[in-house]
């Protein structure tokens, strides 16, 4: 299967490093200003690029009818612009404020521990991360998900959100839930991106016969 990659950088390079293990065949590496009309004829895009640059990069896919994966976070206000367009042109899209598995893991236990705290108000809660310091946004996306899948889940009080970036850290996300008699901490620790790499690898493998908009979520444990 050929596969193009959308943002050449870090990530592009460890996608395809990984690329053959999925069965996938390098076919286009498009770098940031670069043209997009390259990846005609593949069976399946992965966009890591940034913010500004995502939504266009997206519709362009959309329109040639390239199943895509976008790992950029940020951008997610236009889901509703991107949605339509991928439908009214029979593409797909899985998108996700994290690839990784176990932050997909994760996000399901802090919305669990959310619901089960929301009608005891003596908990108050608290969100958390760190990223290296080249990371655009802040908070992350994936922080952002989690506070949104917490009050998805019931938890109506007030949840205090912060994040740091430093260094090279590849990413830390925090969830916690305090009240005078104990503390709570639910903690994800990513030790590299080969995780981040993998789950888009296998967001792609999935995507590239269907049509629809799918969250990555939706691809691990069913919709």
């Known amino acids: 299967m050929k596969l193009a990659i959308v943002g050449y950088g870090k990530m ?11 069965g996938f065949d390098v076919a286009a590496r498009i770098d940031t200003g670069q043209d997009i009309s ?11 690029t940034e913010p500004s640059a995502a939504v266009v990069n997206v519709l362009k ?8 994966v976008c790992g950029t976070t940020g951008w997610f206000t236009e889901l509703p612009r991107v949605q339509k367009a991928v439908e009214e042109n029979g ?11 176990g932050v997909n893991v994760f996000t399901r236990l802090a919305a669990e521990a959310a619901r089960l705290l929301a009608n005891d108000a003596e908990y108050g809660a608290w969100a958390w991360e760190i990223h290296h310091c080249t990371k655009k946004d802040a908070p992350s996306g ?17 949840i205090d959100v912060s994040s740091n970036r430093a260094g090279t850290h590849p990413g830390t996300h ?14 994800h620790v990513a030790r590299s991106r080969d995780g981040f790499a993998r789950g888009a ?16 979520s939706e691809v691990l444990f069913g919709r």
């Open 38 to 48: 390259a990846v005609r004829g593949c069976d399946a895009a992965i966009e890591f």
């Open 12 to 22: 592009g390079r460890m996608i395809e490093q990984f690329a053959p293990q999925f």
């Open 201 to 216: 690898l296998k967001a792609a493998l999935w995507v590239a016969d269907k049509q629809g908009v799918w969250d990555f």
């Open 61 to 68: 896919l959309a329109e040639m009818r390239i199943p895509t």
């Open 142 to 158: 994936t922080l952002l998900k989690l506070v949104d899948e917490m009050k998805r889940a019931g938890y109506s009080r007030p």
């Open 91 to 101: 593409s797909a899209l899985v998108y996700s404020a994290n690839f990784s598995i």
């Open 174 to 187: 925090e969830i916690g839930f305090d009240s005078a008699a104990d503390t709570i901490t639910l903690k």
